[in-house]
C-alpha cells in the first residue's frame, strides 16, 4: 500500500468528501427518474421473459425468454438490488426502494446480504483475515495464505462457484471455513441456516417448481429457461465481482496496517483495492455500475448511475496524491484475474517462475 | 400508513414467494402505471379533478380516488403522498367533503392552506395539476359525530374549519334534530374559508348558528372570549369539538373547562402537531443506532429522527408529527419521552414513533 502521512490522508479524505457532498446536495428528481426507469425495465423483462417462455419450444422464443429472464435477474440484482441495499435510495423516502426492507431475487437472504456485504466486505476490504469476500474462503488469491496442494485444483473451484454463485453468496454467512476450524459451532449457525432455507427455498420454489408447474405441459421448457437464466446471472455477477478486486494490481492489506485506520486510510485502501473496467452504458447498467467499482468503494451509499460523471473527479484526486486509479477493459482485466486464479494454484516456487508479476 | 392492508390468503402468500414483497400486488406497479396510473397498488391513487380557489392563500383540491379506496366518515383525515423531486412526502390532511359526495359522484376534497415555509402545500399551489394522480391512504380518527342528536358547539380557527365542513354537510343532509353552533374565527373577512358553504348552509338548515370572528380586524387582536359563549343557549351541557391554532384551542378548552364542561365531551383534532410542555433539562442522551453501528449524543428536545437525519442516517419517515407511524421502529432499550404526550415509554424493547420520540437517557434503536 502507498505509504502516506496522516496530514497527507486527511487531505485526500476531504478532496473525496468534496466529491460525496457535491453530489449528495445535487439528489433530487433525475436519480430519482433514473432508478424508477430500471425498475421498469427490470419489470417488463421478467414479465417479458416469463410470458414467453411457456412458447420456448419454439427455439427463438426460447432463447429470447431466457436472455430476457436472465438479463431481468442481472438488473435486479446489481443495479436494483445491490444498489438499493447500499442506502443508495433511501433519501427517495419510497418504501419500495428502501435498504433496510428490500429482499432481491436471489438465493441470498437480504439480512444476510447487508451483513456479510455492507458491513464486513466493505468496512473490512480486502484485509486479508477480515474480508471474507476476499477468495470467498474457497480460493487462494495472494501469498498471505500458505500453498497447500488442495488449491492446485481450485480452478475447479472457481468456475464451480461462478456457476451456482447465487448458493454461493447464499451461504457465505454460514462460514464453514470456521467450522471446519472448530472457532464456531453448526448450532451457531442456525438462526443463519433458518433464514438461508427460506429464502433459498422461496427462490427455488418459484424458478424450478412453481412456473414449470403452472404451465405444466410444458414444464421441461420452462424448468431449462429458468435454470438457463438463473446460470446466466450466476456467471455474469461471479464475473463482474470478481474483476472488482481480483484483478492483478488490486491490493491487499494485513490487520496490522489497518488497526485503528482513520477515514483517509479507509479511503486510500477503497482506491487501492477496487479495480474498474471499462465498457459501454449497457455493459455499465448490467455490472450495476461495478464496473466503476473504485468509485463504488469510495462511496457506496451514492447513487450508482453517478459513479461514470464523478470518476474523472476521483481520477484527479488520486492523479493529486500518486495513487493507482486500477482500470483497463473487460477482457484486459478479467485476463489477470483468471491469471491470478491460476497462478496462485501453482506453489510459490512454481509460480514465481512462471507468472512473476503476480506478487 | 398509505399500505393497504393487505388480506391474509393463499394468494398473497404466493405473491410474497413469487415477488420477494410483502406487498406483491405493487410489483406490477411500474408496468401498471404508465397504462393507467390509476390501477398502481402500492397506495389508492386518486385523481386531482379539480383545484379551485377559496381564499388568496387556500385551495381546493377535488380528488377522485380509485374505487377501491374504503371510504371515511366525517370528520376523519388521510395520509397523502407526493413525490417532489424524487422524494416521497406523506403528509396529514382533513378531508373538507361529506361522505355523501363520495357515495354520489366518487369525490373528497381537501381543502389546504398554505403553510409559511411548508414544502408539500406549497408545492400543491404550485404544481399540483388536475390530471395527475397522487398517493392516498385510508381515513382515520376519531374526530366524528355523535351517533344520536345533541346540541353542538364547534369552535374553529382558520383551515381548522375543514373537518368541521364535512360534519355540517353530513349533519345538514341528515336534517340533524338539535341546534349546532358554530364559532369560526379567521383573521380577516377575506380569509373565510368555504365562505359560499357556509352561507348556503345557514340559509337551508335553520338549526345552524353560525358567528364569523375576525380576529385581525381591529385595532387589539379579538380573540375568543367569555361572551362568544354566553350568547350560546346551554352552552355547558353541548358537545364540543375543536380545530384550530393551538392557541384557539387551548383558550377555548380552559373557557369550557371553567364552565364544567366534562373533557369527554370535548373533542378536538389535529391542526398542527400539539406539543407537550416538555422539561428539557432531563432530556437528550446518547442515541446508539445498533444497525448502522453508529453512535451520537443528542441534547433537548430533538426527536430521534431528526438525530438520526443529523447523522446521515436516512430512515423511513411519513408525517413528521406522530400521525403516520411510517417512521415506527424498535427501541431495544432506554426510554423515551412521547413529544406529543409528554409521557416516558418504559425501558425495554417497543416499537416507538422516531419523529415524536425523545431520548431521556441513553437510548438504543435498530437503526
Known sequence: ???????????????????????????????????????????????????????????????????????????????????????????????????????????????????????????????????????????RLSDDEKWHPVHSLQFINYILLSTFFQWGVGLHE?????????????????????????????????????????????????????????????????????????????????????????????????????????????????????????????????????????????????????????????????????????????????????????? | MLSRTERTSALQWLGKQLFNREDPAAFFDPLLERINPMWVQQHTPARVERIEDETADTKTFVLSPAKRWAGFQAGQHVNICIDIDGVRCNRTFSLSSAPAQWHNNGTVTLTIKRLPGGLVTNWMHDHLEPGTTIGLGEAFGDFLIPDAAEPLLYIAGGSGITPVLSQLDTLAAADYQAPVTLLYFVRTQADIIAAQKLHELKQTWTGLTLNIIATNESETPRYLKEADLDDITGVETRRCYLCGPKGL?????????????????????????????????????????????????????????????????SPRYGCRMGICHQCSCKKTNGTVVNRLTGKSSGPGEETIQLCVSVPQGPVTVEL
Open chain 2, 249 to 313: 384551542m387551548d383558550l377555548a378548552t380552559e373557557l369550557l373547562t371553567q364552565r364544567g364542561m366534562a373533557e369527554d365531551r370535548m373533542h378536538s383534532t389535529f391542526f398542527a402537531a400539539p406539543q407537550a410542555a416538555l422539561d428539557t433539562d432531563s432530556l437528550g442522551g446518547d442515541v446508539r443506532f445498533s444497525n448502522s453501528d453508529i453512535s451520537v449524543s443528542s441534547e433537548g428536545d430533538a426527536p430521534i429522527l431528526e438525530i438520526a437525519e443529523a447523522a446521515k442516517l
Open chain 1, 174 to 359: 454460514m462460514e464453514f471455513e470456521r467450522i471446519r476450524r472448530g472457532e464456531i459451532s453448526l448450532k451457531d449457525k442456525l438462526p443463519f441456516l433458518k433464514g438461508f432455507l427460506r429464502k433459498g427455498g422461496r427462490q427455488a420454489f418459484k424458478d424450478y417448481v412453481f412456473f414449470p408447474l403452472v404451465t405444466f405441459p410444458v414444464a421441461p421448457i420452462v424448468l431449462a429457461g429458468n435454470v438457463g437464466a438463473n446460470l446466466i446471472r450466476n456467471l455474469w455477477s461471479s464475473t463482474v465481482i470478481f474483476c472488482g478486486h481480483f484483478t492483478q494490481d488490486a491490493e491487499t492489506f494485513t490487520e496490522e496496517e489497518c488497526e485503528g485506520e482513520s477515514k483517509g486510510h479507509w479511503y486510500l485502501r477503497q482506491l487501492g483495492g477496487s479495480s474498474n473496467f471499462t465498457g459501454s452504458r449497457f455493459v455499465h447498467l448490467l455490472s450495476g455500475h461495478l464496473s466503476y467499482q473504485v468509485e463504488h468503494h469510495v462511496f457506496p451509499d451514492l447513487p450508482a448511475h453517478r459513479y461514470p460523471e464523478i470518476s474523472e473527479k476521483v481520477q484527479a484526486v488520486c492523479k493529486k496524491h500518486g495513487i493507482h486509479y486500477n482500470t483497463g477493459s473487460f477482457a484486459k482485466q478479467y485476463g489477470t484475474v483468471l491469471k491470478r486464479i491460476a497462478s496462485f494454484s501453482l506453489p510459490d516456487r512454481l509460480r514465481q517462475r512462471i507468472a512473476p508479476k503476480m506478487a
Open chain 1, 1 to 139: 500500500m502507498k505509504k502516506m502521512t496522516e496530514v497527507q490522508l486527511s487531505e485526500l479524505e476531504t478532496d473525496l468528501n468534496a466529491i460525496r457532498d457535491e453530489v449528495l446536495a445535487d439528489l433530487g428528481e433525475r436519480d430519482a427518474n433514473y432508478i424508477r426507469r430500471v425498475v421498469h425495465l427490470h419489470r417488463a423483462l421478467e414479465v417479458g421473459g416469463r410470458v414467453m417462455m411457456p412458447f420456448g419450444f419454439i427455439p427463438p422464443v426460447f432463447v429470447a425468454a431466457t436472455v430476457a429472464l436472465g438479463l431481468s435477474k442481472i438488473i435486479e440484482n446489481m443495479e436494483i438490488g445491490h444498489n438499493v441495499m447500499h442506502g443508495q435510495y433511501d433519501w427517495m423516502n419510497d418504501p419500495s426502494l428502501h435498504s433496510q426492507t428490500y429482499e432481491w431475487d436471489t438465493a441470498c437472504d437480504s439480512d444476510s446480504w447487508r451483513l456479510t456485504h455492507n458491513y464486513e466486505h466493505h468496512t473490512y476490504t480486502n484485509i486479508i483475515g477480515k474480508d471474507r469476500d476476499y477468495g470467498y474462503a474457497l480460493l
